[in-house]
């Protein structure tokens, strides 16, 4: 099921991170709902692209348009503080507000190539046998972005007593992801959602986290991984979408939701018309 197409009419959404994978099916979701969206990263057809990669924001921008919402691309990049800045004024100074902003920054599978990383360590190699360098890569291509984005939209939210300022991670509750690095920057990741939840909720400002399952992505296929994903990007999108248009939402603050169970409460399913269960990272590893 789809989302109705007037159901975000008239909201201004802020999806950073968008040029391909979970953040464009965000930005997809939240124009098959009709809303106003804003789609920035730093791959673009008039700059450089991220490993040469062939998605830009332009073509997300008009797969918005395409599924009934307006799209609109931004170029920025998101370890700046001040680009981030930068790209907020423009966003207010053109549309008024921002109702809806996500963070769906991730440069962490960067050099991976389906079995080891760009220095040279598989997945999951314990941490006392490879080099802690490539953590500040993790940590500076997830947590750090996000927490930029969050600042830069908070105070406009704060004003208006109202937003949703939503965190794309992978929930650690249920336990070890599996790799020391991806593990300690997604638990940072949901550490900042529930932050910011406590500082934003008294302003009537939410915050929380959502956390797909194993997305067939534009990498996820290049490297052999498709068969392994449970679902498209389209299914965090939707998640997103009936998050941002629920009048309740404020109930959610500082959680970590998955896409599974809020389509299992919402009645939304993925691009196939399915409707894909909570992810679990240890049945998909066993």
Request: glycine share 12%.
């Amino acid at each position: 099921m789809t989302p109705a197409p007037d159901l975000l009419r008239g909201k201004i959404c802020l999806v950073a991170g968008a040029s391909r994978g979970v953040g464009r099916g965000l930005a997809r979701g939240l124009g098959e709902a009709g809303a106003t969206v804003i789609v920035t990263a730093r791959s673009s057809e008039t700059g450089p692209r991220t490993e040469g990669r062939p998605e830009t924001i332009e073509d997300t921008a008009r797969a918005v348009d395409a599924a009934g919402g307006e799209g609109h691309h931004y170029l920025c990049d998101h370890t700046s503080e001040r680009a981030v800045d930068t790209l907020v004024h423009w966003a207010l100074r053109r549309f008024g507000r921002i109702d809806v902003a996500v963070s769906s920054v991730w440069g962490g599978n960067e050099g991976y190539d389906g079995e080891r990383y760009a220095d040279g360590a598989a997945w999951g190699t314990p941490f006392w046998r490879r080099s802690a360098e490539p953590f500040s890569d993790l940590f500076g291509s997830g947590p750090y972005p996000a927490l930029l984005l969050a600042r830069a939209v908070a105070p406009a939210m704060v004003s208006a007593k109202s937003g949703l300022i939503a965190f794309v991670s992978f929930d650690t509750a249920p336990g070890y992801l599996g790799d020391i690095f991806y593990d300690l920057t997604k638990a940072a990741t949901n550490r900042l959602a529930f932050a910011c939840a406590e500082e934003l909720a008294p302003h009537g400002v939410t915050a929380l986290g959502l956390s797909p399952g194993f997305v067939r992505t534009e990498r996820a296929v290049d490297i052999g991984h498709a068969d392994r994903a449970t679902e498209t990007p389209l299914y965090a999108g939707r998640a997103l979408a009936a998050l941002a248009a629920d009048p309740a939402v404020a109930a959610r603050a500082g959680q970590i939701l998955h896409a599974g169970d809020l389509a299992a409460e919402y009645g939304f399913t993925d691009a196939d018309g399915t409707q894909p269960a909570r992810f679990q990272i240890n049945a998909e590893e066993s």
